[in-house]
């Protein structure tokens, strides 16, 4: 069970808008704490996506956009291509655990 | 171009011990704190454990404290982890990553190729 709540799989349909939330708690998203997200196709390394909740790292189409929002946090794709099925996850610190931790993941399906 | 390279993974029996280590170049390595994260088959991703750029801070994940050390050689631009008593639930790719900038959050912006350790008798 993933400190991070990430939806296991989305989809949506060329050109469409969607959206991966990631839900945690005031020990991590709500007190503060930077979320980041990482797009990762299998068997390969992740990338980063969105840091610092809603950075885009240089070369990140600005079609990937993050928000976030009390203990939520938001990955927003729109004008959905074909080559953004991947897996996506989120990450934060928990001062609780005194850890980093990630979501469990969501699988993006291109339909 | 900034790049990392894992090595040392490779079949333990439970209980041993292996060393992975993580070869960087391309940027000044001393100056960036460095993590190791961890993806078991088919599973997401694990955070395991971090170290600071400088002063040598280390954090662990509960998972792998007591067992696990992380360290670097600012030196040989290399990254380390010395995994001890190994387990069969440690299975995963082991991948060390770079972060964006001290006090990102630990936000990763590159990420090695991965090393496989598998724990198996």
């Known amino acids: 069970q993933s400190v991070l709540t990430q939806p296991p799989s989305v989809s949506g349909a060329p050109g469409q808008r969607v959206t991966i939330s990631c839900t945690g708690s005031s020990s991590n998203i709500g007190a503060g704490y930077d979320v980041h997200w990482y797009q990762q196709f299998p068997g390969t390394a992740p990338k980063l996506l969105i840091y610092?909740?809603?950075n885009r790292p240089s070369g990140v189409p600005d079609r990937f956009s993050g928000s976030k929002s009390g203990t939520s946090a938001s990955l927003a794709i729109t004008g959905l291509q074909a080559e953004d099925e991947a897996d996506y996850y989120c990450q934060s610190h928990d001062n609780r655990l005194i850890a980093w931790v990630f979501g469990g993941g969501t699988k993006l399906t291109v339909l | 171009e900034v790049h990392l390279l894992e090595s040392g993974g490779g079949l333990e029996q439970p209980g041993g011990s292996l060393r992975l280590s993580c070869a960087a170049s391309?940027?000044?390595?001393?100056?960036?704190?460095m993590t190791w994260v961890r993806q078991a088959p088919g599973k997401g991703l694990e955070w395991v454990s971090a170290i600071s750029g400088s002063d040598g801070r280390t954090f662990y994940a509960d998972s792998v404290k007591g067992r696990f050390t992380i360290s670097r050689d600012n030196s040989k631009n290399t990254l380390y982890l010395q995994m001890n008593s190994l387990r069969a639930e440690d299975t995963a790719v082991y991948y060390c990553a770079k972060e964006l900038f001290a006090g990102s959050g630990l936000a990763l912006d590159y990420w090695g190729q991965g090393t496989l350790v598998t724990v198996s008798s």
């Open positions: 610092g909740d809603s």
């Open positions: 391309g940027f000044t390595f001393s100056s960036f704190p």
